[in-house]
């Protein structure tokens, strides 16, 4: 009895491992074919691609450009692909050798060792023209092309803006369950523009050349390589962006030459409040996730740099009485410690000089007025945000050019209002205060435009693959009040004393080939380097020329000492190349 027991439970067992394993391949061979798992794999397609041999001219997804047309990331690099099969048959190398200006011998050797195509192209010390491409694909030797690949750009820039991408085959199901046609190693944005406008990124079909090979890599079908493109004409498609290239360039060579290694600038065209350039430092580095953060996008302590919006308070609430004078001699609580030695000072010189005192007497006078007031100025010059573009585009409700943006912030607990040294510190831009760069290069730009606040642009166009429009990006207004002319006439005749008064924080700007209004601030971080001293936000903040300005301009190191900061030099910087390019 018990022999038959085991028997049967033994059969029992052999028959169910017998009926998963022809359930396995039934849902390899017939069910799932062609989305086989949690990432969707083609079956079909990867035994396809196990008997090939190809070489990407296109993955076909869409690009960047910049507001002149040129390439942001990619170029179409000239290139010359020789196919592993040519090992095994004659071919006339020395006739390619001679256009490409390399051996024929060189040439053979090379693809002795090759088992996948071989391309060769600029950093092969190829440099071959559009003609010298025609005349290698005139031979028509099998496995033998001259094509335009696109590649990456050796020198990338802007790489904090345009963001990155990666293989993500759940996140790629997860967001595109109706796009059955995309492989799962098909790459989607992860951060910055990738990610905002990944859904129009996408490819429809990569553009190859294909060669079928047997297990041991042969021929499989003779020597016939296929040529695969995408015929749609209207895929992929070119995100036109407002970034200049060359002062992109020019602002990244600006930092480093400066050693700014944590914080960066952003640059706006103040007439149509469009980015013209944005750095982030310190450089992205995939490996290293701390750096794919872009720090003009993220909440920093501003320092003086908020005074700005004490100042405009003051104003619009009548308490810049110009014969006015504060003991700037005391600190911001109004003690006298021994650092301050201002003497006595108006409104606007304390602004020029940066004294604490007038504005954490200005503050407190405020709170009395109104609690609201410094959190509502700060929203009427276009400061707290998010401050990019956001809008209706096509079935998006809410779409955002700039998806990692992040708001400012003035008070976190309320109960700080009514007390005194919360105010104070609030006043000078620290406490629970926190704007993004962005958001301060915005102000400055309002300020400078005559008070209109605008949400800011970084992208204008899509546009089709035929040059077509797809979608142009209106300019819109940021909502809420604004400030009154008085005020914005008044608060740029301040910034521009911060650079002519003899004694202010930004009389270096005196010999800058541009007038220059603007405001520095130095923020406490509450972090220590390793020697034991302290850091801090080194901030400058303006517009220029200050007449009639073109440009609003933003920089900023973070966790720096006072002695090592390169902000003043590198606004410096930034002033004279763009009147030399101007």
């Given at each position: 009895?018990?022999?038959?027991?085991?028997?049967?439970?033994?059969?029992?067992?052999?028959?169910?491992?017998?009926?998963?394993?022809?359930?396995?391949?039934?849902?390899?061979?017939l069910i799932h074919t062609e989305s086989y798992s949690k990432?969707?794999?083609?079956?079909?397609?990867?035994?396809?691609?196990?008997?090939t041999q190809e070489v990407v001219i296109d993955d076909g997804?869409?690009?960047?450009?910049?507001?002149?047309?040129?390439?942001?990331?990619?170029?179409?690099?000239?290139?010359?692909?020789?196919?592993?099969?040519?090992?095994?048959?004659?071919?006339?190398?020395?006739?390619?050798?001679?256009?490409?200006?390399?051996?024929?011998?060189?040439?053979?050797?090379?693809?002795?060792?090759?088992?996948?195509?071989?391309?060769?192209?600029?950093?092969?010390?190829?440099?071959?023209?559009?003609?010298?491409?025609?005349?290698?694909?005139?031979?028509?030797?099998?496995?033998?092309?001259?094509?335009?690949?696109?590649?990456?750009?050796?020198?990338?820039?802007?790489?904090?803006?345009?963001?990155?991408?990666?293989?993500?085959?759940?996140?790629?199901?997860?967001?595109?369950?109706?796009?059955?046609?995309?492989?799962?190693?098909?790459?989607?944005?992860?951060?910055?523009?990738?990610?905002?406008?990944?859904?129009?990124?996408?490819?429809?079909?990569?553009?190859?050349?294909?060669?079928?090979?047997?297990?041991?890599?042969?021929?499989?079908?003779?020597?016939?390589?296929?040529?695969?493109?995408?015929?749609?004409?209207?895929?992929?498609?070119?995100?036109?962006?407002?970034?200049?290239?060359?002062?992109?360039?020019?602002?990244?060579?600006?930092?480093?030459?400066?050693?700014?290694?944590?914080?960066?600038?952003?640059?706006?065209?103040?007439?149509?409040?469009?980015?013209?350039?944005?750095?982030?430092?310190?450089?992205?580095?995939?490996?290293?996730s701390n750096t794919l953060i872009n720090h003009m996008l993220?909440?920093?302590?501003?320092?003086?740099?908020?005074?700005?919006?004490?100042?405009?308070?003051?104003?619009?609430?009548?308490?810049?009485?110009?014969?006015?004078?504060?003991?700037?001699?005391?600190?911001?609580?109004?003690?006298?410690?021994?650092?301050?030695?201002?003497?006595?000072?108006?409104?606007?010189?304390?602004?020029?000089?940066?004294?604490?005192?007038?504005?954490?007497?200005?503050?407190?006078?405020?709170?009395?007025?109104?609690?609201?007031?410094?959190?509502?100025?700060?929203?009427?010059?276009?400061?707290?945000?998010?401050?990019?573009?956001?809008?209706?585009?096509?079935?998006?409700?809410?779409?955002?050019?700039?998806?990692?943006?992040?708001?400012?912030?003035?008070?976190?607990?309320?109960?700080?209002?009514?007390?005194?040294?919360?105010?104070?510190?609030?006043?000078?831009?620290?406490?629970?205060?926190?704007?993004?760069?962005?958001?301060?290069?915005?102000?400055?730009?309002?300020?400078?435009?005559?008070?209109?606040?605008?949400?800011?642009?970084?992208?204008?166009?899509?546009?089709?693959?035929?040059?077509?429009?797809?979608?142009?990006?209106?300019?819109?207004?940021?909502?809420?009040?604004?400030?009154?002319?008085?005020?914005?006439?008044?608060?740029?005749?301040?910034?521009?004393?911060?650079?002519?008064?003899?004694?202010?924080?930004?009389?270096?700007?005196?010999?800058?080939?541009?007038?220059?209004?603007?405001?520095?601030?130095?923020?406490?971080?509450?972090?220590?380097?390793?020697?034991?001293?302290?850091?801090?936000?080194?901030?400058?903040?303006?517009?220029?020329?200050?007449?009639?300005?073109?440009?609003?301009?933003?920089?900023?190191?973070?966790?720096?000492?006072?002695?090592?900061?390169?902000?003043?030099?590198?606004?410096?910087?930034?002033?004279?190349?763009?009147?030399?390019?101007?």
């Amino acid at each position: 009895m018990n022999f038959k027991k085991r028997f049967l439970f033994v059969g029992t067992f052999f028959l169910l491992v017998l009926f998963f394993i022809l359930f396995r391949l039934a849902d390899l061979q017939l069910i799932h074919t062609e989305s086989y798992s949690k990432k969707g794999v083609n079956l079909i397609q990867e035994s396809v691609n196990q008997r090939t041999q190809e070489v990407v001219i296109d993955d076909g997804r869409g690009r960047f450009v910049d507001r002149n047309g040129d390439s942001l990331r990619n170029q179409a690099e000239p290139s010359l692909v020789l196919f592993p099969f040519l090992k095994d048959i004659t071919w006339p190398a020395d006739k390619i050798a001679e256009i490409v200006n390399i051996s024929s011998d060189e040439l053979k050797n090379r693809l002795q060792h090759a088992k996948e195509p071989l391309v060769l192209s600029s950093k092969d010390r190829l440099s071959l023209s559009s003609s010298e491409l025609d005349e290698i694909n005139d031979f028509k030797i099998p496995g033998v092309f001259g094509i335009y690949k696109q590649s990456p750009m050796e020198e990338t820039i802007g790489e904090h803006i345009l963001g990155i991408t990666g293989e993500n085959a759940e996140a790629l199901r997860r967001k595109y369950p109706e796009r059955k046609d995309l492989s799962y190693k098909t790459k989607i944005g992860l951060t910055g523009l990738e990610e905002a406008f990944d859904e129009f990124l996408l490819p429809d079909e990569a553009t190859k050349l294909l060669y079928h090979v047997d297990g041991d890599g042969h021929p499989l079908f003779g020597v016939n390589v296929k040529y695969i493109a995408d015929s749609n004409p209207f895929y992929p498609v070119t995100v036109k962006t407002t970034l200049n290239k060359n002062i992109q360039e020019m602002a990244e060579d600006v930092l480093a030459k400066q050693k700014v290694e944590t914080g960066g600038l952003v640059l706006l065209d103040v007439k149509t409040n469009e980015v013209l350039a944005m750095v982030s430092k310190p450089d992205l580095n995939r490996s290293n996730s701390n750096t794919l953060i872009n720090h003009m996008l993220q909440p920093l302590f501003p320092g003086s740099v908020f005074k700005t919006v004490i100042s405009a308070a003051a104003i619009e609430y009548g308490l810049d009485d110009v014969t006015r004078e504060f003991n700037c001699n005391l600190n911001l609580y109004g003690e006298k410690d021994g650092e301050q030695d201002d003497g006595m000072l108006t409104f606007a010189r304390s602004f020029a000089k940066s004294c604490n005192y007038t504005f954490t007497t200005l503050a407190e006078e405020l709170m009395e007025k109104d609690e609201m007031v410094i959190e509502d100025t700060a929203e009427k010059l276009g400061l707290l945000g998010p401050v990019g573009w956001r809008g209706t585009v096509f079935h998006y409700q809410n779409f955002k050019q700039f998806p990692d943006e992040k708001a400012g912030r003035v008070w976190v607990d309320e109960k700080d209002k009514k007390v005194e040294r919360a105010i104070d510190q609030t006043a000078i831009g620290q406490k629970d205060v926190k704007v993004t760069p962005l958001g301060v290069a915005n102000m400055m730009a309002t300020i400078a435009r005559g008070g209109q606040k605008d949400q800011v642009k970084i992208v204008e166009n899509i546009l089709y693959k035929n040059g077509t429009n797809m979608f142009s990006f209106t300019s819109n207004s940021l909502e809420g009040e604004k400030i009154s002319p008085l005020t914005v006439s008044k608060l740029q005749e301040m910034l521009r004393l911060v650079v002519t008064d003899p004694e202010g924080t930004g009389r270096r700007f005196q010999t800058s080939p541009l007038e220059v209004s603007g405001k520095s601030g130095t923020a406490q971080t509450g972090k220590k380097n390793e020697k034991g001293e302290t850091l801090y936000n080194k901030w400058f903040a303006g517009y220029f020329p200050s007449s009639n300005p073109n440009y609003a301009l933003v920089v900023v190191e973070m966790d720096t000492t006072s002695s090592q900061a390169g902000t003043n030099a590198a606004f410096y910087d930034i002033v004279n190349e763009l009147a030399k390019m101007d």
